[in-house]
């Protein structure tokens, strides 16, 4: 199968014009439905097409994308997001996160991140919101601290609060107690009572 290429995972993420900084709040209510719904179909949709890349990539074939900042961000988005829709609800959704991370570091390290558009920014900091380390956690919330600060916008007020929430569950239990199931995982009596309060897993 074909893979696609940094620009067209870029565009299909983020749409037309995906390194704009204009009306940043519109496109992300124009974009939520694809980054955060539900939807078997899209599901399928983007495993059909975006299969091979992954696989690809974490075969280090695509290696090379890492020199730039948007081709580092497309390896974030195989690694940390998309297999997120194409394995849901299986273990396999988080096998690529300790990639997702390490292209997140790299990144930082060398001010990658800087040279983005704000929303781009908020899913090349996305592996560290996701990973299951207080260190990684800390450094995402400084991260979507700033963000929100810079740009003074609703939606990424939003995505601190999302980033904040992220870092309470690991602070108190060392890891996401809604993927204990999928992981095999046995759950505390207080990570059980946990996963009956409303909004316990993303």
């Not at 439905?33 to 599901?43: E, I, Q, R, T």
């Not at 929303?119 to 995402?140: C, G, K, N, T, W």
């Not at 990570?191 to 316990?200: N, Q, T």
Request: charged content about 25%.
């Amino acid at each position: 199968m074909a893979t696609e290429n940094i620009a067209a995972i870029l565009a299909f993420w983020f749409g037309d014009d995906a390194d704009t900084d204009a009306d940043a709040d519109s496109r992300a209510g124009r974009q939520s439905a694809l980054w955060w719904g539900k939807d078997a179909a899209v599901d399928l949709a983007i495993k059909t097409r975006f299969e091979a890349s992954l696989l690809a990539a974490s075969r280090n074939q695509h290696d090379d994308w890492a020199e730039t900042p948007q081709g580092l961000l497309a390896l974030i988005i195989l690694f940390d997001q998309l297999p997120r829709n194409m394995y849901r609800d299986s273990a396999h959704a988080f096998a690529f996160d300790e990639l997702a991370r390490q292209c997140c570091h790299l990144g930082l390290a060398q001010g990658f991140d800087q040279q983005l558009t704000p929303l781009q920014r908020v899913f090349f900091y996305l592996p560290l919101e996701h990973a299951e380390d207080i260190d990684d956690q800390a450094y995402s919330l400084q991260l979507f601290r700033t963000l929100a600060k810079q740009t003074g916008l609703k939606a990424f007020a939003g995505f601190l609060n999302y980033a904040d929430r992220h870092h309470a569950i690991i602070e108190r239990f060392g890891r996401f107690p809604h993927r204990n199931a999928l992981l095999g995982r046995a759950s505390t009596p207080e990570e059980i009572a946990f996963l009956k309060e409303p909004d316990a897993s993303f």
